[in-house]
């Protein structure tokens, strides 16, 4: 998707942390949404978050926004091997379908 | 509960021919979007429908149509194919297409164009 991006890979050690970030251009996106997808798979939703908080904490998952800057972050705590895959960020168009506009991708390999 | 379903899990076709995707919503669930995804990419939208009615349409040519029965399931048309209509087709459901509502995904359809 050209208006939402993120960078291509992502590479850390079991136990750290993980963060991956995606910037997006449309102002008037109100939701916007983490999803995994394991090989061969579809989409799994992880997490969301609306536009009127800074901040939402599921579990191992943080997520950040910053509108200002139009920046979106997805920490991964004590990251497992499981949790290798690649995570999409997505945000909602305000438009009569509500589509949702995709990044390509952030491919994260957790290294035992 | 079942999630969407989609059918088949695979396709292959040749150039030239036409397919049809199939998809069931959860239960309960009114509106259905399709999206494809090419390898190394991510889902890019293709339509949107509701009640049986088209409400979005992504920036696909018109080889591609779509429709929503009764009971929600919709099926994804594809015309005169082309090698690079190759991809992941993916079925999402939501209750309603409203901002709030979260959008689920199925397993998708893999086609394959030679």
């Known amino acids: 998707g050209e208006d939402v991006e993120q960078s291509l890979f992502l590479s850390v050690r079991e136990g750290d942390s993980s963060v991956i970030n995606c910037t997006y251009t449309?102002?008037?996106?109100?939701?916007l949404y983490w999803y995994k997808q394991e090989p061969g798979a579809g989409l799994q939703l992880l997490t969301y978050?609306?536009?009127?908080?800074d901040m939402k904490q599921d579990q191992r998952l943080t997520v950040l926004l910053n509108k200002k800057d139009k920046h979106l972050s997805l920490r991964i705590a004590d990251t497992q091997t499981g949790d290798s895959a690649i995570y999409f960020c997505?945000?909602?168009?305000?438009?009569?379908?509500?589509?949702?506009?995709f990044g390509s991708g952030t491919r994260l390999l957790v290294r035992p | 509960d079942a999630g969407v379903t989609q059918s088949p899990t695979h396709l292959i076709k040749t150039r030239g021919q036409q397919v049809t995707l199939r998809c069931s919503p959860i239960?309960?669930?009114?509106?259905v979007s399709w999206y494809q995804q090419v390898l190394g990419q991510g889902p890019q939208f293709i339509f949107q429908?509701?009640?049986?009615?088209?409400?979005g349409r992504g920036n696909f040519p018109d080889r591609f149509s779509a429709r929503q029965f009764p009971n929600y399931s919709s099926e994804l048309n594809v015309n005169a194919l082309l090698l690079g209509d190759s991809a992941l087709y993916l079925c999402?459901?939501?209750?309603?297409?409203?901002?709030?509502?979260?959008?689920?995904f199925g397993p998708g359809t893999r086609l394959l164009v030679l």
């Open positions: 999402a459901s939501s209750l309603v297409p409203d901002l709030q509502e979260t959008q689920y």
């Open positions: 449309d102002s008037s996106s109100t939701y």
């Open positions: 978050i609306f536009s009127n908080m």
């Open positions: 997505a945000e909602k168009r305000t438009d009569s379908s509500y589509k949702l506009i």
């Open positions: 239960s309960g669930h009114k509106s």
């Open positions: 429908y509701y009640e049986k009615e088209e409400r």
